[in-house]
């Protein structure tokens, strides 16, 4: 972890000094993979400390990705004020990064789950043996728990992909969405993508003590519901400019929670490896790039209304796999061969 903060800040000190486009490409190509790797590699070693208890961490966790978010343009924006050059704005937040790195390597790493001689986690009694011993049994995963975790990583992935996709096309639209259909001006509809990352990150705030009382299912049961109501209201009142915002808050609220909780939710149901994050990034980068895409292809030649009837189907498919998801997760699992 600390040496990929190392490869972040030096890709961040040295991208405003990069003259030549494909030099800027290859840094910023270097700086995506090592973010990338820190998101997997975070949210995997907290699974790995808190096991079955992660859910507020997560939480927590996520809550900070988007405090980040908000108070990142602030510093930029005053950097630039301030020294008249972007340069230094890049700097400053590499410079913020340094006591991090120095704080990571003085924390001694988590202790890993067992593996199982054929490579394969072991999960016999997980829970139960965390909380007497702090750590995951070494146990033989049989074919059929093998084959029940692998679906369960490839359905979290798909969900990821889902949701990630609404979350991204939302945030990345609604502006353009207001503007387009006349409801605000620019400076305005500016506020609407303000107010839905600023719900979102306050609402991660306060589900942190709701994940340590409710199931993950329940939270994130209420959370795809309250999406698909936000969407709902946009749509039924599409040219009134205050369902847009109501519909903007809610959207920021019932998201919150989604990330973090489904982390959890895999976490009761398969010993979450760095590999089973991995695929769980990959997910929600692939989602993050495919439906905002998807949307641009089509909102000058369908219309601004293409990008919530997009968000709403999106929406309906992820209920639909996190019901199958749900499904699959109550199975029971036996460890005979």
């Known amino acids: 972890m600390a040496v990929v903060l190392v490869i972040i800040t030096m890709m961040m000190a040295l991208t405003p000094l990069i003259s030549q486009l494909w030099l800027l490409a290859a840094a910023l190509l270097i700086l995506g993979a090592a973010r990338g790797a820190l998101d997997v590699g975070g949210n995997t070693l907290l699974i790995w400390v808190h096991r079955h208890r992660v859910g507020p961490f997560m939480n927590g966790l996520h809550f900070f990705f988007g405090l980040g978010a908000f108070l990142s343009p602030i510093i930029i924006a005053q950097t630039v004020l301030i020294s008249g050059d972007i340069t230094w704005a890049y700097w400053v937040l590499a410079l913020l990064m340094l006591p991090v790195i120095v704080w990571l390597l003085r924390l001694p790493s988590p202790t890993p789950p067992a593996v199982s001689k054929g490579g394969t986690v072991g999960r016999a009694d997980h829970r ?107 749509l039924l009142w599409s040219d009134a400019l205050a369902a847009v915002w109501l519909g903007t808050l809610g959207m920021g609220l019932s998201m919150a929670s989604i990330f973090p909780t489904t982390l959890s939710l895999a976490e009761r149901h398969a010993t979450i490896t760095g590999r089973a994050s991995g695929w769980f990034c990959a997910g929600a980068s692939a989602g993050s790039m495919s439906l905002p895409w998807l949307i641009g292809q089509f909102f000058e030649t369908i219309g601004p209304h293409v990008m919530m009837f997009a968000i709403l189907v999106d929406l309906i498919v992820a209920v639909s796999v996190f019901a199958v998801l749900i499904l699959h997760s109550a199975r029971p699992v036996t460890n005979e061969v």
């Open 128 to 234: 139960s043996t965390a909380r007497l011993s702090g750590s995951a049994e070494l146990t033989e995963a049989s074919p059929k728990s093998e084959a029940h975790e692998r679906l369960l990583v490839v359905l979290v992935a798909l969900f990821f992909f889902l949701y990630t996709g609404a979350e991204a096309s939302f945030g990345g639209w609604i502006f353009t969405y207001a503007v387009a259909l006349g409801l605000s001006s620019e400076t305005a509809a500016a506020y609407l993508t303000s107010a839905f990352w600023g719900a979102l990150t306050l609402a991660r705030l306060l589900t942190i003590p709701v994940a340590a009382r409710l199931r993950p299912r329940s939270i994130l049961l209420g959370g795809l519901m309250g999406c698909l109501v936000s969407v709902g209201i946009i």
